[in-house]
């Protein structure tokens, strides 16, 4: 056993479940109360530590505050997600680094992992949207473990932001995502989900 | 607000910390220690209630636990990935449903949104692989909080596992996820993260 490793006797309780999951809800209204630098730290700092494969991080985010950045991002906003995104306390851009495998030396054990993808566009492209997507998830639910809400949103146009906030970098847009601390009482009911005898088979 | 609707007031605490994120490992060997059907339906219970796009839920499981299957999926995995994953409890197979959009009438609000699909190979391609692969990372963090421990894998030969265990239906594998009580004792140390001044940036 590795000495600083000790994994915790019991399981999460209901508040931590009713909080990332089970109550949690995507928020198109937030209330006015701004989400600090230190929280937006906290939650990455949770959720940089979720499984990539090969350690490989492809996550990057730009975290959309600022009036003049906001205007940025509104004209590459589908119509019905702009009033509620130039409306909400912060705007995550979650992109992937498309030379994420340049971090890989020093991220991972094993010396050959940069060469699993340097000049292998096609590789690149898959490891970055799987990983910068399990990532951007880890981020969702480390955010509503620490009491921010999310809103999620592909309704966007991918060029005109990568032109907007991305350009002559090796960073590319995934998914956006509204944040800050959720209005209830502007909730519709939740869709339904699918039952685990449709999706789900164990054999 | 809606009737039954109550967003929890205090925050997840350490334990829940420490067993989704903080203290979490990817594991490769586990316990000699079964998981039941109840903890896979109790683990797909709480991820299914994740976002998704239109609330799509393309994420479809075949759970491998016996013998049969678990051979069947062998010579499809990659050298490095056999004998940890012969030995695991259960093997997750992560897939996609690529006519994930004819479950959108009874899922979604908006009765347009099979449209948004239905014959538009690139737009299906995207939501399948973004959304499903958000899927399984709320499904790894919801085993974790239950108590489980994940082994998730990229190296395997897709085309091998979607004949093996898909033929004739629209599911296709994404990766895999060895599922157990996992082995402190044979954890490496955690490997380093990227720093938020690395990967984030606020403007």
Redesign the interface.
């Known amino acids: ?2 000495a600083d ?4 006797e ?4 209901d ?12 928020y198109s209204h937030f209330l006015d109360r701004p989400v600090t ?1 230190e929280t ?2 906290a939650v ?8 990539t ?1 090969g ?1 490989c ?1 492809p ?8 009036a ?2 906001k205007a940025r991002l509104e004209p590459a906003l589908a119509a019905g997600n702009r009033k509620k995104t130039m409306a909400a306390p912060v705007t995550a851009i979650f992109a992937m ?1 498309m030379e994420f495998y340049e ?1 890989l030396p ?4 094993d010396p050959e992992a940069r060469s699993w993808f340097a000049g292998k566009p096609k590789a690149i492209d898959e ?1 970055a ?2 990983n910068g ?6 981020f ?3 955010a509503r ?3 921010l809400d ?1 809103g ?3 309704g966007f146009d991918r060029e005109k932001v990568d032109a907007a906030f991305f350009a002559g970098t090796a960073w590319r847009s ?2 956006l995502c509204n944040l800050g601390y ?1 209005n ?2 502007r ?8 039952d ?1 005898d449709f ?5």
Chains 1, 2 share one sequence.
């Not at 996550?59 to 600022?66: C, E, K, P, S, T």
């Not at 909730?187 to 699918?194: A, F, S």
């Not at 999706?199 to 054999?203: L, Q, S």
């Open positions: 056993m590795t490793f000790q994994k915790p019991s399981l999460a309780g508040i931590a479940l009713d909080l990332i999951f089970r109550q949690a809800r995507t630098d937006l730290r990455y700092d949770l959720a940089r530590l979720g499984p494969s350690n991080q996550l990057r985010i730009h975290f959309v505050r600022g003049e950045a680094d971090q020093s991220q991972f054990h490891a949207m799987r997507t399990l990532q951007a998830a880890y969702i639910l480390a473990s620490l009491g999310c999620p949103m592909s995934n998914f959720g209830p009482g909730l519709h009911p939740r869709n339904p989900r699918l685990f999706a789900c088979r164990i054999a």
